[in-house]
């Protein structure tokens, strides 16, 4: 019989307290930011004796008292990857600061250099450029990596009236459609084709219509 249970040990925390902030300020007590971090172990057996024995650290943080003080807040990329798809509207120069330089940010980059957009990375500074389109089909291979890709389509159609594209990759989590940005686009005039390997989009003049997105 194969069966699961799970028992969670405790163990003496990893550290009793730790100190949030800046190292000189010498407040005690409540009156600093506090976390408590400890380990547990969860242990899974599949089939006696065959177990597995995972650790893992929580964090229990201990407020209670006035924060003050600033942080430097880093740039999302779900709100930087709109952005540089809204550059190809656009013959003029874009300049996007403070745009985080991870994988999925350089894939897309990646992506409107295909396009034929001239792109410039100064730290996290992104200027992108795109006078001439020089094909509205985004690659295989870099749309294979990234979900994102999707958001090129409505730029795109705006401007060149055609889009070719593979199904996007990217992660996988959860329940992640791709439906709901082909309906709102068809509800802007647009039409899609698709066939096993690509979807194909075109549009004469795209139309601003009313339209409810069921996917947030």
């Known amino acids: 019989v ?7 040990l405790a163990l003496p925390p990893l ?21 408590n971090v400890s380990h547990r ?15 893992m650290v929580h964090y229990v943080i201990e407020g209670g008292s006035r924060l003050k003080g600033s942080i430097a807040v880093n740039g999302s990329k779900n709100a930087a990857l709109p952005m ?3 550059s190809l ?4 120069k874009c300049v996007i600061h403070r745009v985080p330089m991870i994988s999925d940010i350089n894939i897309f980059l990646d992506i409107l250099r295909h396009l ?15 006078k001439h389109l020089v094909t509205t089909q985004v690659p295989d291979d870099l749309a294979s990596q990234l979900r994102a890709a999707i958001l090129v389509f409505g730029p795109l159609l705006a401007r060149a009236g ?5 199904h996007p990759g990217g992660c996988i989590i959860g329940k992640r459609p791709v439906g709901t940005h082909f309906e709102g ?13 690509r979807y194909y989009g075109k549009v004469g003049q795209l139309i601003g219509s009313a339209m409810f997105l069921d996917e947030v």
Do not use: W
């Open 162 to 166: 055609s889009v070719t594209m593979r």
């Open 15 to 35: 550290s009793e307290v730790e100190r949030i902030g800046n190292p000189d300020d010498n407040r005690k007590g409540n009156d600093a930011l506090r976390t």
């Open 84 to 86: 540089l798809a809204a």
């Open 116 to 130: 034929g957009a001239v792109v410039e990375v100064n730290g996290h500074t992104v200027s992108v450029q795109t």
């Open 89 to 92: 509207l656009t013959e003029e």
């Open 41 to 55: 172990t969860v242990t899974v057996c599949i089939s006696d004796p065959i177990c597995y024995a995972y650790t």
């Open 185 to 197: 686009l068809e509800a802007l005039g647009a039409t899609f084709q698709q066939d096993d390997a």
């Open 2 to 8: 194969v069966y699961f249970y799970f028992t969670l």
